[in-house]
């Protein structure tokens, strides 16, 4: 699909380059970027400097040389183009890709009471309460291959109150990426969007057809992928 390709490059091509680098400051549509929290509780292994005094000039080499890792929040309406601008971000950068949505479905799978509770939300089609995301979310950002490599937090924040849940925690991304898609293409996309069950491709009807009358006739559609899901769907998700 060339128009997805183009904006797949177009996305990390807004990124920092990789960890060792020169990193520019980014620009574009796309990409806002947010400023870094220094003292974030979720640095397990900072830097730190007690006191008055300048720090040793081996403490400043140290710290020169070690390039924090990169931690990214992305966003966008479901047919955004986030799930392919995940993959190619993980790929690029080695960021663990943490999505608020698959936690969930995790919990629920190991029937955890949190897991309970998310079901009945998640079920109707609501946003599951903070009291449960919000500690789930912190919980696996603290996770030490989250720490080492970066993350990549898809799904979250969803809503004012989960921003500012993590904001007070001093948890902030160096880079918020929304994918911004008129309505009427996440339509087009939504509503052409076919999955072959027998290998789990994902087709669109105009933009990537089935390559065989074999493969068109056993193509199957989404339960939710309809025009209503684009127009009732918050721009954040
Ligand atoms: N940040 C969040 N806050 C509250 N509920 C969430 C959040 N992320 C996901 N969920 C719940 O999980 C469901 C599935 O989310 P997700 O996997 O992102 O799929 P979708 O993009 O189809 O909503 C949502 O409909 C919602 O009930």
Redesign the pocket.
């Given at each position: 699909m060339a128009s997805s390709t183009a904006a797949a490059a177009a996305v990390t091509s807004l990124l920092p380059p990789p960890v060792g680098a020169e990193r520019p400051v980014p620009q574009g549509r796309l990409l806002f970027r947010a400023s870094r929290a220094r003292s974030s509780p979720l640095r397990l292994n900072p830097v730190r400097h007690h006191g008055l005094s300048p720090a040793p000039r081996a403490a400043k080499a140290v710290e020169a040389a070690k390039a924090d890792p990169l931690n990214v929040m992305i966003a966008g309406a479901?047919a955004s183009g986030k799930g392919t601008q995940c993959e190619l971000i993980k790929a690029k950068y080695g960021l663990v890709h943490i999505?608020?949505?698959?936690l969930?479905r995790a919990e629920i799978a190991t029937g955890t009471d949190n897991g309970k509770q998310a079901k009945e939300?998640?079920e109707k089609?609501?946003?599951?309460p903070d009291e449960i995301?919000v500690n789930m979310v912190k919980g696996r950002l603290l996770q030490p291959d989250a720490q080492e490599k970066g993350w990549l937090l898809d799904?979250?924040?969803?809503s004012y109150s989960?921003a500012m849940a993590l904001e007070t925690l001093g948890i902030r991304p160096d880079i918020f990426i929304l994918l911004d898609v008129p309505d009427e293409l996440l339509v087009e996309r939504v509503v052409g969007r076919r999955l072959d069950p027998e290998t789990g491709k994902i087709y669109h009807l105009k933009y990537s057809p089935p390559e065989n009358e074999e493969i068109a006739s056993r193509l199957t559609q989404r339960f939710d992928d309809t025009e209503e899901k684009v127009h009732g769907s918050h721009i954040i998700?």
């Open positions: 479901p999505s608020a949505g698959d969930l939300f998640m089609g609501q946003l599951v995301v799904g979250y924040p969803r989960q998700s």
